[in-house]
């Protein structure tokens, strides 16, 4: 309701439909996401975050082919948005190329130390990797952050 209110006020506040699409994602409504994501793009073409919500949109349906395809739309206007580097890494880590994962997946873990979803993503880059000590430690830690 906050939302529809706000919008309301002004349809066409670019911030608050990103903000709009995110929560709408985070709440499963995904068409409804899709749809404001869309009305983005019709008010800003080139809206990485517009562009970033349906990857992440395709990504959790299975469609990793699209989900790259989007992020490569994005190029790296995101690139030390934390999400982005957690969908990077999955998505590297699907097209097989755990190596090019860890990376970025590092450098969250960094940013981000108690990040559990970060850091369980970055054991199995080091395991799909062929760093089993690594996948090890990573994972203890991981663990060890569950209250």
């Known amino acids: 309701p906050w939302f529809d209110r706000a919008l ?3 349809p066409n506040h670019v911030p608050l439909l990103e903000d709009y699409a995110a929560t709408l ?11 404001v994501t869309r009305r983005i793009i019709g008010l800003e073409s ?3 975050r517009a562009f970033f919500l349906q990857a992440l949109l395709a990504a959790r349906a299975g469609d990793m082919a699209l989900s790259r395809a989007l992020v490569e739309r994005i190029g790296g206007r995101l690139d030390g948005v934390p999400a982005m580097m957690l969908l990077r890494g999955v998505l590297q880590i699907e097209a097989g190329n755990a190596a ?3 990376a970025p997946l590092e ?18 880059a080091y395991g799909d990797a062929g760093r089993a000590d690594d996948a090890l430690a990573a994972a203890i830690v991981t663990i060890m952050l569950i209250p």
């Open 107 to 124: 450098a969250l873990v960094g940013m981000q130390p108690e990040n559990r979803t970060a850091r369980t993503v970055l054991a199995r």
């Open 46 to 48: 080139r809206n990485p």
């Open 25 to 35: 994602l985070d709440a499963g409504q995904a068409a409804k996401a899709l749809s």
């Open 100 to 102: 090019l994962a860890v």
């Open 8 to 10: 309301k006020a002004d």
